[in-house]
């Protein structure tokens, strides 16, 4: 239909990928004032821009030569990409790589006006300024070059894909720990009455004072002060259920249960490796700007352990 062969669109998806990682990675670096390798990937592509391209190739190719309708088509296919492309990764990753939620009229944080509109903009540059540039280069690739480059470059691309995934999964696999985790705590101070305040009070000193001693030192450094608080509070805890076992309020049976929370607690946290951290936190790095509606709390803990880098 439009003239291009598989291996042609394969290599606009790569170059528009990589032409939208340069754009966001220079465009977050500077709100963040420092480097960011911006995007899913620890390569220089951002998919989602690869994918937006070729929809709104194929979207404007039957009215190319109307400018109006070139807005209205690429806006109208890449929004809908982007809100798929939204949702479905909240649902399977349990966090929000972009959020809109802040602008006025939009929809479920995954897309908005002014986004659409901006997509619509792009629609009529990539079509007027940048497309006709890019097809001579890709054409100007004899067959067999086009398809090796093209081979190479999605090789290189999914063995990529399948470490970002592990990062990805790493991360929703400690926020939802995390989550629940505090979840678990909460409900055992709760459930310890009195005694709870004056362990949280202890706990929320103990923090305040970490986080004072720790401002200067790496997410190494951070990580193991978190995991001492966190066993100082558990640790806490326990020594006041020791206490209340000569309280003839509480069965021995109730006392039992909530000491093997604690010591379950402690495993959990054991089995949170370094490493699980370290991926998460790369792949949080390159993504400064994700949020979680579901483990919100959980997402603020990791995104304090990378503070001021």
């Given at each position: 239909?439009?003239?291009?062969?598989?291996?042609?669109?394969?290599?606009?998806?790569?170059?528009?990928?990589?032409?939208?990682?340069?754009?966001?990675?220079?465009?977050?670096?500077?709100?963040?004032?420092?480097?960011?390798?911006?995007?899913?990937?620890?390569?220089?592509?951002?998919?989602?821009?690869?994918?937006?391209?070729?929809?709104?190739?194929?979207?404007?190719?039957?009215?190319?030569?109307?400018?109006?309708?070139?807005?209205?088509?690429?806006?109208?296919?890449?929004?809908?990409?982007?809100?798929?492309?939204?949702?479905?990764?909240?649902?399977?990753?349990?966090?929000?790589?972009?959020?809109?939620?802040?602008?006025?009229?939009?929809?479920?944080?995954?897309?908005?006006?002014?986004?659409?509109?901006?997509?619509?903009?792009?629609?009529?540059?990539?079509?007027?300024?940048?497309?006709?540039?890019?097809a001579g280069l890709v054409r100007g690739l004899s067959p067999l070059g086009a398809g090796l480059l093209a081979l190479v470059l999605?090789?290189?691309?999914?063995?990529?894909?399948?470490?970002?995934?592990?990062?990805?999964?790493?991360?929703?696999?400690?926020?939802?720990?995390?989550?629940?985790?505090?979840?678990?705590?909460?409900?055992?101070?709760?459930?310890?009455?009195?005694?709870?305040?004056?362990?949280?009070?202890d706990w929320e000193q103990s923090r305040q004072a970490e986080a004072v001693r720790s401002a200067k030192k790496g997410f190494a450094?951070?990580?193991?002060?978190?995991?001492?608080?966190?066993?100082?509070?558990?640790?806490?805890?326990?020594?006041?259920?020791?206490?209340?076992?000569?309280?003839?309020?509480?069965?021995?049976?109730r006392l039992e249960s909530e000491m093997q929370i604690l010591k379950s607690e402690l495993r959990a946290m054991e089995s949170r490796?370094?490493?699980?951290?370290?991926?998460?936190?790369?792949?949080?790095?390159?993504?400064?700007?994700?949020?979680?509606?579901?483990?919100?709390?959980?997402?603020?803990?990791?995104?304090?352990?990378?503070?001021?880098?």
């Amino acid at each position: 239909m439009t003239g291009y062969g598989l291996a042609q669109w394969v290599l606009y998806f790569f170059i528009y990928s990589f032409l939208g990682w340069v754009w966001e990675s220079c465009l977050v670096s500077v709100q963040q004032h420092r480097w960011v390798n911006r995007g899913f990937l620890n390569g220089p592509f951002l998919p989602i821009y690869g994918f937006g391209a070729v929809a709104i190739l194929l979207f404007t190719w039957p009215v190319q030569n109307n400018t109006l309708l070139v807005f209205a088509a690429g806006m109208l296919g890449a929004t809908l990409l982007e809100y798929v492309t939204g949702y479905s990764m909240e649902k399977l990753f349990h966090v929000r790589y972009w959020d809109y939620s802040r602008f006025r009229w939009n929809l479920n944080g995954y897309i908005c006006v002014v986004a659409s509109l901006c997509w619509g903009v792009f629609s009529i540059l990539l079509v007027r300024v940048l497309q006709p540039p890019v097809a001579g280069l890709v054409r100007g690739l004899s067959p067999l070059g086009a398809g090796l480059l093209a081979l190479v470059l999605a090789l290189g691309m999914t063995a990529d894909l399948i470490v970002s995934m592990r990062e990805a999964m790493d991360m929703r696999s400690l926020l939802n720990a995390l989550s629940e985790s505090k979840r678990r705590i909460a409900r055992l101070q709760k459930q310890l009455e009195v005694t709870a305040a004056f362990t949280q009070l202890d706990w929320e000193q103990s923090r305040q004072a970490e986080a004072v001693r720790s401002a200067k030192k790496g997410f190494a450094q951070r990580l193991q002060a978190l995991r001492e608080e966190r066993k100082t509070l558990l640790r806490m805890m326990a020594a006041r259920l020791e206490e209340m076992r000569f309280d003839r309020r509480r069965s021995p049976e109730r006392l039992e249960s909530e000491m093997q929370i604690l010591k379950s607690e402690l495993r959990a946290m054991e089995s949170r490796t370094d490493k699980m951290y370290q991926r998460a936190a790369r792949h949080l790095r390159r993504n400064p700007y994700a949020v979680s509606r579901k483990h919100g709390e959980a997402m603020q803990d990791m995104k304090n352990l990378l503070r001021d880098e």
